[in-house]
């Protein structure tokens, strides 16, 4: 047997240490159970992308939010060596402020500053809300087709999403009765009524004032708040919002959500919550970032106060001709082979392909050849009723990009499922 010598053993020691120490570190064992599954690497936007929520680069006020930097900065920028720029934890008290006549003025919320906690986009007030209402193995109620967002955060935290239809006028609230009584004959009280009533993604549709008042009535009784998410309000195309649920519950059980991410910029990764103070308090103590991101927040106070209601029509135009060109260009190219409601605003188009094409799949490919599109399974509770649903985000794509990706997404949806037919055209324009 080869027995090494002194100055061979070293040399293997040596070796050892050395692969050793160049090997990558194993961080695997240290993980804990129940992680969510590894991000993938980003590789890049695609050339055609019609996914998240981004907004609409050419309408980004972008003179405006230089000027109120400069001013803001200029006039309290001393601020920023404080924790909270001498606002507390909830915010900067300016930008709640604006926030306090803005929710008054369009959404009829009666509020003071002291109800509206400033979060790290609305992203962050969703798990603010959760942190402090869920458990796992609860149940709540969402609309059935719904921000994927929020139903990955209630997978990952084993709490039960129901899911009720919707139609044109939103949640179905025949089918919420239905959903709350069956529950309750079950002996299950869920936890919220979690809706997006004002512009609901992915559908587009607005809840009318007699269905809120039908839902805040099935709230009241069943003993369910009503989990209000608004951060598509600002871009009703009419301009004018049916007052928010928080604004016409007579019992505080509504807790309100928003954000800046649709009006002004998501990147800013400033949002909002509106609550009273009982469940406000509970979700503060949660808050422990010791406070969301201040320059944001100071620059948006600034910039809001004198300009918002100047900048969101301007925005809200450049929405619906992208919208125009999106559904000119689906009918063109995909003919009757795509349907879609005409949404009452927002970012998306919620469109119905053919049963035979699996979304999921037209995803893959689509994304292959460059175009990348929400497969609806990801935005439904309700897989089957999604399968052949897309989400189409038209605000950030330009006109150019939003025809030539329509074009290309018709030309792989027809490669792989047949549909549209071949001699859909110009010809079978809806
Ligand atoms: C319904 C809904 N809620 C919340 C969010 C989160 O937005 P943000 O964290 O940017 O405010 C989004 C983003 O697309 C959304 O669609």
Known sequence: MFAPHRREKATLTLFIVKAMSSAPFDFAPLLPAGLPPPAARWNGRVKFDFTGGNNDPDRLPLDGLIAAADAVLRREGHTLSTYGLNSGPQGYRA???FLVAKLKADAGIACAADDILITSGSLQAIDLVNGALLARGDTVVIEQDCYQG???RLSRLGVTP????LDGDGMRVDALAAVLDDLKRKGVRPKYIYTIPTVQNPTGTILPVERRREMLRLSAAHGVPVFEDDCYCDLVWSGKRPPALYAMSERGGVIHIGSFSKSIAPALRVGF?????????RMLALKTDAGSGALEQMVLA???TANFFKHVPMLRQGLRAKLETLMESLTEHFGPAAEFDDPKGGIFLWVKLPDGVDALKLYQSALAAGVAINPGPEWSVNKSHARSRLRLCFASPSHEEINQGVAALADICRREFGVPAPSTNI???R
């Open 95 to 97: 930008l709640r402020d």
């Open 427 to 429: 010809d079978h324009a």
């Open 150 to 152: 929020s139903i990955n």
């Open 302 to 304: 600034e910039y809001c």
């Open 273 to 281: 919550i509106v609550a009273p103070w009982d469940v406000m308090s």
């Open 162 to 165: 129901v899911g009720i239809p």
